[in-house]
Nanobody, 122 residues
Framework: QVQLVESGGGLVQAGGSLRLSCAAS????????MGWFRQAPGKEREFVAA???????YYAESVKGRFTISRDNAKNTVYLQMNSLNPQDPAVYYC????????????????WGQGTQVTVSS
C-alpha cells in the first residue's frame, strides 16, 4: 500500500510560479510511474503530467513549456514545477502512482494523494 501526500499549493498571482511536491511512503518508489492530475470545480479530473519509472516525461498540451515534472527516487518524491500560471490553472492538484504501461488516464493509477489547492489571482 502506497501513501501519497501532496504539498506546495497556495495562492499565486497570474504569471507566478509554484512547486508542488508529492511524498510517497509504503512502497518501492522507484518501481512506480508517477503522475499529476488536476480537478477544477464542476470538472473531471484531468491529466497534467507524468514521469515513468525510467524518467520519461509526458505533458498535457495546456501545460507544455510551463510545467516540469521531476522525481527524486532517493527522497521518494515527485515534483511539479509550475511557471507562468494563468487563470485556467486553478484546481486541486493530485498525484498518483501506478505500475502499468499507460499513464494518461485517471483509471491508470492505483494510488492517489489527498490533493493540494492551487489558486491563481488575476
Amino acid at each position: 500500500q502506497v501513501q501519497l501526500v501532496e504539498s506546495g499549493g497556495g495562492l499565486v498571482q497570474a504569471g507566478g510560479s509554484l512547486r508542488l511536491s508529492c511524498a510517497a511512503s509504503g512502497g518501492t518508489f522507484s518501481t512506480y510511474g508517477m503522475g499529476w492530475f488536476r480537478q477544477a470545480p464542476g470538472k473531471e479530473r484531468e491529466f497534467v503530467a507524468a514521469i515513468t519509472r525510467g524518467g520519461n516525461k509526458y505533458y498535457a498540451e495546456s501545460v507544455k513549456g510551463r510545467f516540469t515534472i521531476s522525481r527524486d527516487n532517493a527522497k521518494n518524491t515527485v515534483y511539479l514545477q509550475m511557471n507562468s500560471l494563468n487563470p485556467q490553472d486553478p484546481a486541486v492538484y493530485y498525484c498518483g502512482a501506478q505500475r502499468g504501461l499507460t499513464w494518461l488516464q485517471r483509471s491508470d493509477y492505483t494510488y492517489w494523494g489527498q490533493g493540494t489547492q492551487v489558486t491563481v489571482s488575476s
